[in-house]
């Protein structure tokens, strides 16, 4: 937790528990970094978007996910400790050595996300929380962001650990003897509840008794209604006749439209008929579950899985998109500014449209930096490739493993930082304050700089949006990419999402 920036907001859980902290936290969906302090010093941090809970950080490793794909029998011992030893990411170091199939990989993840998230339930009273609004890059691993619900989570924190929370008990006795009545807009199927579970909501709604009731009418254990009833109650998943609105709430069927009654006009009778057009409308944007990467085939008959991957280092596939070949092995990197990518022909601003809709180039690897024999850059061409082939889970695992060889080279940090832009569902305000910390340090990277001025169109941040492209050109007056966007900018043109290599 940083002792140098002034949190947004404290307390304690003695006060606020867990589970109301994030019914709050969603409610205003919050974006930010939240500490958890216990009293034995043990800090776990959570990264928040729009509410929902992304990433758990523990502050003494529970659920390790390497420990977890052994119990699971995925991998075995041996195999860990080779993956670890390649001091990355460790579930993309046994992506790219292929010992573990992504869909497994990816089953794995969420399920030491949902143990780790619904342990902080169980932290006692006495434990303090800060919160700093806007300061995602407080917890960043880089691995990509947990999908789980928000309800989904709350749902199965309480039923864990409810008797953690020290309002429980006031809760209920303020509903004891009041009818419950499950709102018609609560979000039930987000709960994800276990079969028994929505036989008993089915019973709590079709009943309306109050808890008393139900207690008396035995329809489940005790300690099951208690909690079911409070995690239904905090989420104003019921209406109690106080006129609020449910957590998440459903929206509202449209009635059909009513036929109007007929009209004589002379001797014609009309009748309005509704006409209806199409088909139903899709759900809301968020409503869905993440769509999961194919997982690639593994080729059997191989050597030793770590040897595969010091060969697809030292030898890796030539990348298309490259206008030139790398430039030969040096001692040293060089420190002056890498070359942006500049295009093969200068092209007018007033081409057809489907030239406007190409994507941003591909940053050429780095200027100084070392010949595909290094790691570093090496992986830099594979997760160009991954990208060429729309494989933006493979290019984004790819891009962090070279960022964690050579945490100094700006552009696998812009490079990366695009990839997790065009992710489903991403926090494109996020994105651009990571690409402000980048530039703050290299303030002459071309290409951070049309990642943040064409991600800043996307924000509605269109006069930051020109300054950045203008300063691109600056630095390389035949950028033509940021070209283009300055001359969609001057037509009224809505920022558009690029076609072809970047399209996610």
């Known amino acids: 937790?940083?002792?140098?920036?002034?949190?947004?907001?404290?307390?304690?859980?003695?006060?606020?528990?867990?589970?109301?902290?994030?019914?709050?936290?969603?409610?205003?969906?919050?974006?930010?970094?939240?500490?958890?302090?216990?009293?034995?010093?043990?800090?776990?941090?959570?990264?928040?978007e729009a509410g929902a809970p992304v990433k758990v950080r523990p502050g003494d490793g529970h659920a390790l996910l390497g420990q977890m794909l052994v119990e699971a029998g995925a991998?075995?011992?041996?195999?860990?400790?080779?993956?670890?030893?390649?001091?990355?990411?460790?579930?993309?170091?046994?992506?790219?050595?292929?010992?573990?199939?992504?869909?497994?990989?990816?089953q794995t993840a969420a399920r030491q996300f949902a143990t780790r998230l619904i342990r902080l339930f169980s932290l006692p009273p006495d434990t303090t929380y800060s919160y700093f609004d806007g300061r995602t890059d407080l917890v960043d691993d880089a691995a990509p962001a947990a999908t789980m619900h928000p309800l989904a989570v709350l749902w199965a924190g309480v039923r864990a650990h409810a008797t953690a929370s020290s309002m429980m008990a006031a809760t209920l006795e303020r509903v004891r003897d009041v009818p419950l009545r499950i709102h018609p807009a609560a979000a039930i199927e987000r709960f994800a509840p276990a079969p028994e579970e929505r036989e008993i909501l089915d019973r709590i709604r079709a009943s309306e008794?109050?808890?008393?009731?139900?207690?008396?009418?035995?329809?489940?254990?005790?300690?099951?209604?208690?909690?079911?009833?409070?995690?239904?109650?905090?989420?104003?998943?019921?209406?109690?006749?106080?006129?609020?609105?449910?957590?998440?709430a459903e929206p509202p069927a449209e009635p059909p439209p009513a036929a109007a009654r007929p009209v004589t006009l002379a001797r014609i009778r009309l009748r309005a008929a509704s006409h209806r057009m199409g088909a139903a409308a899709p759900d809301l944007a968020g409503d869905g579950e993440r769509t999961r990467a194919q997982p690639r085939p593994r080729k059997r008959g191989r050597p030793s899985a770590f040897t595969l991957a010091a060969r697809r280092i030292e030898t890796p596939r030539p990348m298309e998109?490259?206008?030139?070949?790398?430039?030969?092995?040096?001692?040293?990197?060089?420190?002056?500014?890498?070359?942006?990518?500049?295009?093969?022909?200068?092209?007018?601003?007033?081409?057809?449209?489907?030239?406007?809709?190409?994507?941003?180039?591909?940053?050429?690897?780095?200027?100084?930096?070392?010949?595909?024999?290094?790691?570093a850059h090496a992986l830099y061409c594979l997760a160009t490739a991954r990208l060429g082939e729309r494989d933006l889970v493979?290019?984004?695992?790819?891009?962090?493993?070279?960022?964690?060889?050579?945490?100094?080279?700006?552009?696998?940090?812009?490079?990366?930082?695009?990839?997790?832009?065009?992710?489903?569902?991403?926090?494109?305000?996020?994105?651009?304050?990571?690409?402000?910390?980048?530039?703050?340090?290299?303030d002459d990277h071309a290409q951070a700089l049309f990642y943040r001025g064409y991600l800043r169109r996307r924000v509605g941040d269109e006069q930051g949006a020109v300054q950045d492209l203008r300063r691109v050109l600056d630095l390389d007056p035949g950028h033509q990419d940021a070209a283009r966007e300055l001359h969609r900018i001057a037509l009224g043109k809505p920022a558009k999402r690029p076609s072809g290599l970047y399209r996610s």
């Open 1 to 48: 937790m940083p002792s140098e920036i002034l949190p947004t907001a404290e307390g304690d859980l003695g006060r606020t528990p867990f589970a109301h902290l994030l019914v709050y936290v969603l409610d205003r969906e919050l974006t930010g970094a939240l500490f958890l302090r216990e009293a034995s010093g043990v800090t776990h941090a959570v990264r928040l």
């Open 75 to 106: 991998i075995d011992e041996a195999t860990l400790e080779g993956a670890l030893s390649m001091h990355g990411l460790l579930g993309d170091a046994l992506l790219l050595a292929g010992c573990v199939e992504r869909e497994l990989l990816e």
């Open 209 to 248: 008794l109050s808890l008393a009731e139900l207690l008396a009418a035995e329809i489940a254990a005790e300690e099951t209604l208690a909690w079911m009833v409070y995690a239904l109650v905090i989420t104003r998943s019921l209406d109690l006749g106080l006129g609020t609105t449910p957590l998440c």
């Open 321 to 375: 998109a490259a206008s030139e070949p790398p430039p030969s092995a040096v001692v040293e990197t060089d420190p002056s500014p890498p070359n942006v990518p500049r295009p093969a022909e200068p092209q007018p601003l007033d081409t057809a449209s489907s030239e406007s809709d190409k994507a941003p180039a591909v940053p050429m690897p780095p200027e100084g930096q070392p010949d595909a024999a290094r790691p």
């Open 394 to 442: 493979g290019a984004l695992a790819a891009c962090q493993l070279a960022r964690e060889v050579d945490p100094t080279q700006p552009d696998y940090a812009a490079l990366a930082v695009w990839i997790r832009s065009l992710l489903g569902g991403a926090d494109l305000r996020a994105r651009v304050a990571e690409l402000d910390a980048l530039l703050e340090a290299r």
